[in-house]
Nanobody, 121 residues
Framework: VQLVESGGGLVQAGDSLRLSCAPS????????MGWFRQSPGKEREFVAA????????WFADSVKGRFTISRDNAKRMVSLQMNNLKPEDTAVYYC???????????????WGQGTQVTVSS
């Protein structure tokens, strides 16, 4: 499964961005999806995750109340809505697919190439 992210960009603090992720090929598997991010010099960190059915969602404490995650299985798309962005949200954002919606990157089998999000102050 190849995942493709889109929607990154350069914004100012307080602005919003919506990231999207979709598989590039056909897949019939039911994957949980996660979003992670990585800043220069830092380890990849968990941002949000959603179960295949969309009924279970998890968020990192640093983004709770500002980010939401959703999915449309008919369109095979997962989105990360990011509101009230802060400079510390600047990172490359990756979507990932796996069997369980956890905060551990090792639980995810497939990863996208990432999309850059830059938040200026």
């Amino acid at each position: 499964v190849q995942l493709v992210e889109s929607g990154g960009g350069l914004v100012q603090a307080g602005d919003s961005l919506r990231l999207s992720c979709a598989p590039s090929g056909r897949t019939s598997s039911r994957y949980a999806m996660g979003w992670f991010r990585q800043s220069p010099g830092k380890e990849r960190e968990f941002v949000a995750a959603i179960s295949w059915g969309g009924g279970r969602k998890w968020f990192a404490d640093s983004v709770k109340g500002r980010f939401t995650i959703s999915r449309d299985n008919a369109k095979r798309m997962v989105s990360l809505q990011m509101n009230n962005l802060k400079p510390e949200d600047t990172a490359v954002y990756y979507c990932a697919a796996g069997g369980n919606p956890t905060s551990w990157s090792g639980d995810y089998d497939y990863w996208g190439q990432g999309t850059q999000v830059t938040v200026s102050s």
